[in-house]
């Protein structure tokens, strides 16, 4: 069950982030709209319909989930840079996935959101300086300080955790 909930571990901040760390992270943030819409964008609605794991949301959520997540992080990306240390809005990813727009909407919506959001964050994040990258956010469900470079890091790994989820159901379904 491990294995399905973090198909690829779970998120690891290095003890030094560094310019190589952050250019291929931008790198993924970069290619992932066109990988998922690789991978899911043909899918027919039965498909879209199956959770990735039991007790999991489906495909179709998670979708919409990765565009929700992704746009909120690029809001919480302005705030650090234009406040100090600013504690960040959190949302309930559990109750927006049961929404019935992401229980019921067409997935390209949210594939076309997910490309220009991350056209956004890319040109942003290739234009911040290193001490721009410093900066820094509260989270205020575990009060704990982020930097930017860390939410560099940690939304290439979101992005690429539910890349996998799909994949692997994809593959063990054989679509």
Do not use: C
């Not at 890319?122 to 001490?131: A, C, D, I, N, T």
Request: aromatic share 10%; proline share 5%; hydrophobic share 35%.
């Amino acid at each position: 069950m491990e294995n399905l909930k973090y198909p690829i571990g779970k998120f690891y901040k290095p003890e030094n982030i560094t310019q190589q760390n952050i250019k291929s992270w931008i790198k993924e943030i970069e290619e992932l709209p066109k990988k998922f819409e690789d991978l899911v964008g043909t899918l027919n609605n039965e498909q879209l319909e199956t959770p990735y794991r039991p007790g999991g949301w489906t495909l179709r959520q998670l979708v919409h989930h990765v565009s929700d997540s992704h746009h909120n992080s690029y809001i919480r990306f302005k705030w650090a840079l234009t406040e100090d240390t600013p504690v960040i809005k959190a949302y309930d990813e559990k109750q927006w996935a049961n929404l019935f727009d992401t229980k019921s909407a067409p997935i390209d919506m949210s594939l076309l959101h997910l490309k220009a959001i991350h056209a956004k964050l890319v040109y942003l994040l290739k234009g911040l300086s290193s001490e721009q990258l410093k900066r820094t956010f509260i989270h205020p469900e575990n009060n704990q300080e982020t930097s930017l470079e860390e939410n560099v890091g940690r939304y290439a790994w979101h992005g690429a955790h539910h890349y996998a989820h799909a994949k692997n159901l994809i593959e063990r379904k054989g679509w």
